[in-house]
């Protein structure tokens, strides 16, 4: 039986914190950490999945995939994408698929999509599939959604689909357009896991979006994406301060990333690089979803020469940073800030310098 393969990279957000449950705007990039999937066809009418993750292989009948738990929680993934593709009347049969990975799960390089969006390209290989690349994208999120049971945006599954080398995903949540714009030349992205793992606690996740949704209803608009900070600052008296703050986040973010694409397009790094710290100021004070470990993360980059920019990336709580550096630079700011890092907080904390790369599809 023919083997094929394919691969799904991961991504990190750059701009646009918490923008895409408020109809709004985000920047990211797919990166060269990605889930590679290889597999054939099996005549049997099985799924047989594998993982160098896990030990124990997970073999679902395909007239009956059910949702796993436990140890087998993994496979949720590509059973929720095969389940999905075939919801949707794509001839989708029994397969066998291996993953492997140099993705580190839960390190806010979003591994659950980049495994979602490798399967499907498997998938659409095996069974001869033609499915538009958006198309695409919302099926691994519903598998996500849906299947796995995660209620995550369409971000993490459009950037592993529409990465391009050199260039940034610029994704419209509300609009659902997508484009690529090109990275400042000469930079790389150090994503830095701060080994605190993600505090999203459902209650602190779902106070921000309470919060962003009784502004858009104290200030009478669709939603914050249809709200500019000179409105905001003029109602800002009727607004419950918490409110307020909220909503400044994301009013400022999505701001953020219409300035940040036109820095991109000039090629200027360095302003596009003071918008990644004004993010993550704004995430801190305003936002309030950052920790004192990404504080630390953030502030030693600022002090770092070479580095253009950095903010916590992903919904924060934990997790891990993002900063634009200069490529030439690049290996030594890793290597101080991991030692200054750790001098400062005990926590062990990990680098990873990564280039922008090519999405799957
Ligand atoms: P993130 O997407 O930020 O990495 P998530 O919690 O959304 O974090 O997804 C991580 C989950 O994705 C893992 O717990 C695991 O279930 C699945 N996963 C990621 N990589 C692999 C892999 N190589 N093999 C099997 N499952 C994986
Ligand atoms: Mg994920």
């Avoid at 993934?77 to 799960?105: H, K, N, Q, T, W």
């Avoid at 104290?218 to 914050?224: E, K, N, Q, R």
Wanted: charged residues 25%.
């Amino acid at each position: 039986m023919n083997s094929l393969s394919a691969r799904g990279p991961g991504r990190v957000e750059l701009l646009g914190n918490h923008t895409d449950y408020n109809d709004g705007v985000v920047l990211s990039a797919a990166i060269n950490f990605a889930v590679t999937v290889q597999g054939e066809v099996r005549a049997d009418r099985n799924v047989t999945l594998h993982s160098t993750i896990s030990p124990q292989a997970v073999c679902e009948p395909l007239s009956r995939l059910d949702k796993q738990t436990g140890d087998a929680s993994w496979a949720n993934y590509p059973l929720g994408v095969a389940s999905c593709l075939r919801e949707a009347d794509y001839p989708v049969e029994g397969f066998e698929m291996r993953i492997s990975s140099d993705l580190p799960p839960g390190a806010g390089l979003s591994s659950s999509a980049a495994l979602e969006v490798a399967t499907a390209c498997l998938l659409m290989k095996l069974f001869s599939l033609e499915i538009a690349p958006m198309e695409l994208a919302k099926l691994c999120r519903r598998a996500e959604n849906d299947f796995v049971g995660v209620k995550c945006g369409l971000l993490d599954q459009v950037s592993s689909i529409f990465g391009k080398r050199g260039q940034a995903v610029y994704l419209d949540c509300r609009s659902e357009k997508v484009e690529n714009i090109p990275l400042p030349p000469q930079t790389e992205l150090l994503v830095f896991h701060t080994g605190v793992e993600h505090r999203l606690v459902g209650g602190e996740y779902n106070e921000r979006r309470e919060r962003c949704f009784a502004a858009v209803r104290a200030l009478g608009v669709p939603a914050l994406r249809d709200v500019t900070a000179a409105h905001l600052e003029a109602a800002r008296s009727q607004l419950d301060d918490l409110v307020y703050r909220r909503a400044a986040h994301v009013v400022g973010e999505n701001e953020r990333v219409f300035a940040g694409i036109d820095y991109l397009r000039n090629g200027d790094g360095a302003s596009f690089g003071k918008l990644m710290f004004a993010s993550h100021a704004s995430s801190r004070t305003n936002f309030e979803n950052s920790t004192p470990e990404l504080d630390v993360l953030v502030d030693l980059a600022h002090e770092e020469p070479g580095v253009l920019g950095s903010r916590l990336t992903g919904g924060g709580f934990g997790g891990a940073t993002i900063s634009l550096v200069e490529a030439e630079r690049a290996e030594e700011i890793a290597r101080h800030l991991e030692e200054k890092y750790t001098a400062r907080t005990g926590n062990q904390g990990r680098a990873y310098l990564c280039e922008s790369a090519d999405g799957a599809a």
